[in-house]
């Protein structure tokens, strides 16, 4: 991680990159002077960190004049410009700029507003494998550093604010009798998975409830992404999984959890390191798969995934 001193200047919008900026922001904050993290999204997870995050209500450059910042740090996001935007502000007005990136893909798309790629002075990624994929795709190596994820180190740490019977409690299931089953999907029709991967949540979803209508030894618990669009999905499930309510904190659902089905999320990493069995349930044997080469969760397909799960018992 490089240094951060003086004011600094913290900026998120999607989850996979507000996380690990608030990770930052945790291990830096004794060593700063002042620091002001801007958002335009909120979370339950906010509550995870004893940081402040500021609701996004003035313009980047009302805020960078305001606080007069040393650096900018941001995540990178698809739903939203607001980190693009602070970026552009940070050259207009001459202040360092750094951004996360969470993940392996789309890391010189992420750069891209409005057909003009906007750049930080530095890229922040999480392994050697993400800068061989930046340097592929011809961002100059020597605004790369690998960091890691803090997030993760983060995680490692992390224990639940209450006991699993509360758990149980909230969703309106009955404890002790089964064990949770979390399924958390990427929003993928949000992005032409289709088009990209073969399949998308819609798909897939129904294809997984086809796969588990005759196992009833589980809690199936169904916890969407932040960009889900929530419609999409419930017909499927009907009364075959739990809908997670917004005020639960994701990690205690996956802490209290027996195992998370996804496709290609943060999430399944996240379930490993809090020592949570992981599943890809794929729908497509031959796609351009984003963790092909990643040991992230094991692999799971419609003929076979009853009988794994069944292996949990």
């Not at 996380?19 to 339950?44: F, H, T």
């Not at 998370?260 to 497509?284: N, T, W």
Request: hydrophobic share 40%.
């Amino acid at each position: 991680m490089p240094a951060l001193k003086g004011r600094g200047l913290f900026v998120f919008s999607d989850p996979g990159g507000a996380k690990p900026v608030l990770s930052i922001v945790e291990n830096v904050k004794n060593e700063l002077d002042d620091y002001l993290i801007i958002s335009d999204r909120e979370y339950p997870f906010y509550c995870d960190f004893s940081v402040k995050v500021t609701s996004f209500c003035k313009s980047p450059e009302e805020i960078v004049a305001s606080f007069s910042p040393d650096f900018i740090l941001t995540g990178t996001s698809y739903t939203s410009t607001i980190e693009l935007d602070f970026l552009e502000a940070a050259g207009q007005m001459n202040v360092p700029a750094y951004s996360f990136v969470d993940h392996w893909t789309n890391i010189r798309e992420r750069f891209l507003k409005d057909g003009k790629e906007i750049f930080p002075d530095y890229i922040l990624l999480i392994d050697e494998e993400a800068r061989s994929i930046a340097i592929e795709n011809k961002i100059p190596s020597l605004k790369i550093i690998v960091v890691g994820n803090p997030y993760h180190d983060f995680l490692k740490k992390w224990k639940p604010s209450i006991p699993k019977t509360e758990l149980y409690h909230l969703l309106n299931l009955t404890y002790p009798a089964k064990k949770i089953i979390v399924y958390a999907p990427d929003p993928l029709s949000n992005v032409a998975g289709k088009e990209k991967y073969g399949f998308d949540e819609i798909n897939a979803t129904e294809s997984l409830i086809q796969c588990i209508q005759n196992i009833d030894e589980f809690y199936f618990v169904f916890a969407p992404h932040p960009n889900q669009k929530i419609d999409r999905i419930q017909n499927i499930i009907q009364e075959k999984m739990k809908i997670t309510p917004q005020n639960i904190n994701l990690n205690t659902l996956l802490f209290y959890s027996s195992a998370v089905i996804g496709f290609f999320s943060s999430i399944l990493i996240e379930a490993i390191v809090l020592q949570k069995p992981a599943f890809r349930f794929l729908i497509m044997r031959e796609f351009d798969d984003p963790f092909k080469y990643k040991d992230v969760g094991e692999k799971v397909y419609p003929e076979n995934i009853a009988a794994r799960l069944k292996t949990l018992l």
